[in-house]
């Protein structure tokens, strides 16, 4: 990417790349950082000289007043207070020592004056190195950042090539390979040439790669129509895992009415459902010249569930692409007829053990009715125990009553108001 930049003396607009813009900037950056640092730094010196002749300009001056002051004192001193001279010498000396210590601390204040402005002057300068150093590393970053990028960009340029390179030189081989398939067919060769050819492809890998694999015609008529061939293969314990049914579709170019592969794919699909496999694959040399066709395997489940179009030379990757997609499915095919056998199992379990609710629920209502019944037997034995218990209560506090009325009976008590009884009971 370029970017324009105008001559501010002459006015020509020139352009220059990125790079070439990132070191016009930087070198303008450093000369005003230059400059900039520079004027700073006179301007702390300038300061810092004014300050130094303004505080020895303050210092004299304070000093010469003070000392012309002490002079004119000493003086009148001397001229009034001779007799005094010895004291007043004692004072002077104080005094001009008391300025001695003045000027002391004015030159120490003066020093240190000077250390804070050259460390005020160092951390400026550390400040300005360390944001040179940043703005520094900050470009160099950028500039890795480019020079990788590029790099990138010219591997994954190769790469493209390559691989273009590569299909290229692939599709030329397989145009000359059909070019030559082509050359050797006959009128007479025309339909079973192609299942030969498949034939004769798959035999010779059979006893590597496909051991144990079934690959045969399919003789078997049915609805009026059977496909080519069927492919067939098995896992360890004999268990199919995968079948494909194929369809070879050949003529030459003297044909005059020119088929299409669509032509072919809903009677394929139909007799692969009869026939009970998984997927079906037309091998068709028809449409020579469409490129959907000649790129590579062509999926047609949008149209018809696990159709691919192919072209002969890819009879054997495609037999190997299912297989092995196939082969991974199979341990989760075990999975899951392990787990549909669990869940048999368990709807065993829970059919049985709903069944035992049901028994249990039925045992439980007859034993809760017969326990109410005994329970309602029970309350009448105890209402009837009770009543029971009522009447030999009321005859205990009769036979009671009749004791009582017993121990009071008295011979007094018989001869009250009968003076007959009395009178006997007196004989007595």
Same mark, same amino acid.
């Given at each position: 990417?370029?970017?324009?930049?105008?001559?501010?003396?002459?006015?020509?607009?020139?352009?220059?790349?990125?790079?070439?813009?990132?070191?016009?900037?930087?070198?303008?950056?450093?000369?005003?950082?230059?400059?900039?640092?520079?004027?700073?730094?006179?301007?702390?010196?300038?300061? @810092?000289? $004014?300050? =130094?002749?303004?505080?020895?300009?303050?210092?004299?001056?304070?000093?010469?007043?003070?000392?012309?002051?002490?002079?004119?004192?000493?003086?009148?001193?001397?001229?009034?207070?001779?007799?005094?001279?010895?004291?007043?010498?004692?004072?002077?000396?104080?005094?001009?020592?008391?300025?001695?210590?003045?000027?002391?601390?004015?030159?120490?204040?003066?020093?240190?004056?000077?250390?804070?402005?050259?460390?005020?002057?160092? $951390?400026?300068?550390?400040?300005? &190195?360390?944001?040179?150093?940043?703005?520094?590393?900050?470009?160099?970053?950028?500039?890795?950042?480019?020079?990788?990028?590029?790099?990138?960009?010219?591997?994954?340029?190769?790469?493209?090539?390559?691989?273009?390179?590569?299909?290229? +030189?692939?599709?030329?081989?397989?145009?000359?390979?059909?070019?030559?398939?082509?050359?050797?067919?006959?009128?007479?060769?025309?339909?079973? #040439?192609?299942?030969?050819?498949?034939?004769?492809?798959?035999?010779?890998? +059979?006893?590597?790669?496909?051991?144990?694999?079934?690959?045969?015609?399919?003789?078997?008529?049915?609805?009026?129509?059977?496909?080519?061939?069927?492919?067939?293969?098995?896992? #360890?314990?004999?268990?199919?895992?995968?079948?494909?049914?194929?369809?070879?579709?050949?003529?030459?170019?003297?044909?005059?009415?020119?088929? @299409?592969?669509?032509?072919?794919?809903?009677?394929?699909?139909?007799? +692969?459902?009869?026939?009970?496999?998984?997927?079906?694959?037309?091998?068709?040399?028809?449409?020579?010249?469409?490129?959907?066709?000649?790129?590579?395997?062509?999926?047609?489940?949008?149209?018809?569930?696990?159709?691919?179009?192919? +072209?002969?030379?890819?009879?054997?990757?495609?037999?190997?692409?299912?297989?092995?997609?196939?082969?991974?499915?199979?341990?989760?095919?075990?999975?899951?007829?392990?787990?549909?056998?669990?869940?048999?199992?368990?709807?065993?379990?829970?059919?049985?053990?709903?069944?035992?609710?049901?028994?249990?629920?039925?045992?439980?209502?007859?034993?809760?009715?017969?326990?109410?019944?005994?329970? $309602?037997?029970?309350?009448?034995?105890?209402?009837?125990?009770?009543?029971?218990?009522?009447?030999?209560?009321?005859?205990? $506090? &009769?036979?009671?009553?009749?004791?009582?009325?017993?121990?009071?009976?008295?011979?007094?008590?018989?001869?009250?108001? &009968?003076?007959?009884?009395?009178?006997?009971?007196?004989? =007595?």
């Amino acid at each position: 990417m370029t970017k324009e930049i105008k001559c501010p003396k002459c006015g020509e607009i020139f352009q220059v790349d990125e790079m070439g813009y990132a070191m016009i900037v930087k070198q303008i950056r450093d000369m005003e950082f230059a400059r900039e640092l520079k004027k700073r730094v006179d301007q702390f010196e300038k300061d @810092k000289l $004014n300050a =130094v002749e303004k505080a020895v300009s303050e210092t004299e001056k304070a000093f010469i007043t003070n000392i012309a002051l002490k002079e004119t004192e000493i003086t009148k001193l001397k001229a009034s207070l001779k007799s005094e001279q010895i004291l007043k010498k004692s004072e002077i000396n104080e005094i001009i020592s008391q300025k001695d210590r003045e000027v002391s601390e004015l030159k120490n204040k003066l020093d240190s004056f000077n250390k804070d402005k050259d460390i005020e002057i160092a $951390n400026i300068v550390v400040d300005l &190195n360390n944001k040179l150093s940043a703005q520094e590393n900050f470009i160099m970053k950028i500039t890795n950042e480019n020079e990788l990028a590029e790099k990138e960009h010219l591997l994954r340029e190769q790469s493209l090539k390559d691989q273009y390179e590569e299909r290229l +030189r692939f599709k030329d081989e397989e145009i000359a390979r059909y070019k030559g398939f082509r050359a050797r067919l006959s009128t007479k060769m025309v339909g079973e #040439s192609l299942e030969q050819h498949c034939e004769i492809e798959f035999n010779k890998l +059979r006893s590597t790669g496909f051991k144990g694999s079934y690959f045969e015609k399919d003789n078997e008529v049915k609805s009026g129509s059977k496909g080519d061939y069927i492919f067939k293969d098995f896992d #360890s314990d004999g268990n199919e895992y995968i079948s494909i049914m194929f369809e070879m579709k050949n003529e030459t170019d003297t044909t005059s009415k020119k088929k @299409k592969n669509e032509d072919f794919l809903k009677e394929l699909d139909k007799d +692969r459902r009869e026939k009970g496999c998984e997927y079906a694959v037309l091998v068709s040399m028809l449409e020579p010249d469409n490129e959907c066709y000649n790129t590579g395997i062509v999926d047609m489940s949008h149209k018809y569930e696990k159709m691919y179009v192919i +072209r002969p030379q890819f009879f054997i990757p495609i037999i190997t692409l299912l297989r092995n997609a196939a082969q991974n499915s199979i341990q989760y095919k075990q999975e899951l007829s392990l787990i549909k056998l669990q869940n048999i199992d368990v709807s065993n379990f829970e059919a049985e053990m709903n069944d035992f609710k049901d028994k249990f629920s039925r045992n439980y209502k007859l034993a809760s009715n017969k326990f109410k019944t005994a329970i $309602n037997e029970i309350d009448k034995t105890i209402d009837h125990l009770q009543k029971t218990k009522e009447a030999l209560l009321s005859s205990e $506090n &009769n036979l009671r009553l009749a004791n009582n009325k017993a121990e009071d009976l008295s011979i007094k008590r018989l001869t009250k108001n &009968n003076p007959t009884m009395a009178a006997k009971f007196a004989m =007595v």
